[in-house]
């Protein structure tokens, strides 16, 4: 192996590593921002990202990319990056999006959606129902429990675009919204029982009963965000 090749292979070890050091800080930063711990709105300096992670600047660099894509973090002209403010409009948006978007996703997975992919959704919505027996609800979307069945739902529609639209772009800010606003908004026993009909209708490969079941479901916790936003606006005034 000649000299160049060392180097090569010097740059290559190099730069795996910094990748590997961007996608952990990236998790990280993604946990911080979704429980709050980063509050919605809050500047933040890179710099001390930097030294409170013990990283360079280039990994750094990429996480905050990656976060930015996610629509995480936002950079205003003359401030500088913060962690984004969700608001109740911004949110009613996203809802009539991921209504419409995850409704084809349900269609698509019960064409491509398989045996073993099912067994598996079946037994994590026996582990939701032990859960919020448990708890009462209290903690069901704080684990991610709703979200980690939608998020399943949406691989097995096996379409990448879809996919990349709702599991990269819109999940972490749905579950920053639903880990920090409060449980009187939330219907953890309503939507688990919906998610049984719609798995139901997954392995009945039923398409035109998934896609309704699906688009009905969100769009109930979209009016849940609608109505609590005309109440504040009431309030106010």
């Given at each position: ?7 090569l292979?010097?740059?290559?070890s190099?730069?795996?590593k910094?990748?590997?050091k961007s996608?952990?800080l990236?998790?990280?930063l993604?946990?911080q921002?979704?429980?709050?711990s980063?509050?919605a709105g ?9 030294k409170h992670?013990g ?7 990429e996480?905050m990319?990656?976060l ?10 003359h401030?500088g ?5 969700l608001?109740?409009?911004k949110?009613?948006?996203i809802?009539?999006v991921r209504?419409a978007?995850?409704?084809?996703a349900a269609r698509?997975a019960c064409?491509?959606i ?8 079946e037994e994590l919505?026996d582990a939701?129902?032990q ?9 069901y979307?704080h ?6 069945f939608?998020?399943?739902v949406i691989?097995?529609s096996r379409?990448?675009?879809l ?8 999940y972490?800010l749905?579950?920053m919204?639903?880990y920090?606003s409060?449980?009187?908004h ?7 029982k919906e998610?049984?009909?719609?798995l139901g ?5 039923d398409a ?7 688009r009905r479901?969100?769009?109930r916790?979209?009016?849940?965000i609608?109505?609590?936003l005309k109440q504040?606006?009431?309030n106010?005034s």
């Amino acid at each position: 192996m000649g000299e160049q090749d060392l180097n090569l292979k010097s740059v290559d070890s190099h730069s795996e590593k910094e990748g590997t050091k961007s996608d952990n800080l990236t998790e990280q930063l993604i946990d911080q921002i979704v429980s709050g711990s980063y509050p919605a709105g809050s500047k933040i300096s890179e710099p001390e990202l930097a030294k409170h992670y013990g990283v360079s600047r280039g990994p750094l660099r990429e996480a905050m990319m990656r976060l930015e894509s996610m629509g995480l973090v936002e950079r205003i002209p003359h401030v500088g990056a913060r962690v984004v403010a969700l608001s109740q409009e911004k949110l009613i948006e996203i809802y009539s999006v991921r209504e419409a978007l995850e409704g084809m996703a349900a269609r698509l997975a019960c064409e491509y959606i398989t045996d073993e992919e099912l067994i598996g959704l079946e037994e994590l919505l026996d582990a939701h129902h032990q859960h919020i027996e448990q708890v009462e609800g209290v903690s069901y979307f704080h684990q991610q429990g709703d979200f980690d069945f939608h998020y399943r739902v949406i691989k097995a529609s096996r379409n990448t675009k879809l996919i990349s639209l709702l599991c990269d772009e819109l999940y972490h800010l749905l579950r920053m919204y639903r880990y920090q606003s409060q449980r009187s908004h939330s219907r953890p026993e309503q939507a688990l029982k919906e998610h049984f009909h719609l798995l139901g209708a997954l392995k009945e490969r039923d398409a035109e009963l998934a896609e309704m079941l699906m688009r009905r479901h969100i769009m109930r916790s979209r009016l849940l965000i609608e109505q609590k936003l005309k109440q504040d606006k009431e309030n106010v005034s």
